[in-house]
């Protein structure tokens, strides 16, 4: 099965800033299957981006994907104070579908 | 607009079975992969396998042998079976969507099971 790591494990920064997060597979992701999820204290995941790079609907424009192969990229523009949460990728390209282990995202 | 709601025991004992049921509206539980996701207390999502529409299956590898995914179309509804459960499948359990070759991108709310005697 594909291992995904993220990093950083923990990320902090202020709101108004350029938030990173990364996501590497132990192989190529099957067509670029790749998603990112935020998760909230006492909430379930929210889709953000699907296929590495589409917004989901009602994702705000400030949350971006990028990337190929095995090497992907969660980028939020300016940080909002709603966006500090638990940021998780997703691999569904590859039987079975895996998650990675998860970046915290903190002010 | 489809959603899910898990329901089920909040509590199981050691080695008994833990049943969940995820109730569907809004759509038909025939079109989409139905699938579980859990998260331990504090930890992150963990796949536990889906069931498409009777004809195709998949289950967490670390799982398999204890997992069973099932549909009942009659009732719109899809359910999770897991056997021989121990403390560390205390968790939050998830129902989730996902359409052919796209994430998961419908979650229920989570129900909490905890394992213990």
């Known amino acids: 099965e594909i291992v995904l790591t993220q990093s950083p494990g923990t990320l902090s920064l202020s709101p108004g800033e350029r938030a990173t997060l990364s996501c590497r597979a132990s192989q190529t992701v099957r067509s670029n299957y790749v998603a990112w999820y935020q998760q909230r204290p006492g909430q379930a995941p929210r889709l953000l981006i699907y296929g590495a790079s589409s917004r989901a609907t009602g994702s705000p424009e400030r949350f971006s994907g990028s990337g190929s192969g095995a090497d992907f990229t969660l980028t939020i523009s300016r940080l909002e104070p709603e966006d500090f949460a638990v940021y998780y990728c997703?691999?569904?390209?590859?039987?079975?579908?895996?998650f990675g282990q998860g970046t915290r995202l903190e002010i | 607009q489809v959603q899910l709601q898990e329901s089920g025991p909040g509590l199981v004992k050691p080695s008994e079975t833990l049943s969940l049921t995820c109730t569907v509206s809004?759509?038909?539980?025939?079109?989409?992969?139905g699938t579980w996701i859990r998260q331990a207390p504090g930890k992150g999502l963990e796949f536990i396998g889906y069931n498409y529409n009777n004809v195709r299956t998949s289950y967490n590898p670390a799982l398999q042998g204890r997992i069973t995914v099932s549909l009942d179309t009659s009732k719109n509804q899809f359910s999770l079976k897991l056997t021989s459960v121990t403390a560390a499948d205390t968790a939050v359990y998830y129902c989730?969507?996902?359409?052919?070759?796209?994430?998961?991108?419908?979650w229920g709310q989570g129900t909490l099971v905890t394992v213990s005697s």
């Open positions: 989730a969507r996902a359409l052919d070759s796209n994430a998961f991108d419908i």
């Open positions: 997703l691999q569904y390209g590859n039987v079975p579908v895996t």
């Open positions: 809004g759509g038909s539980v025939s079109s989409f992969y």
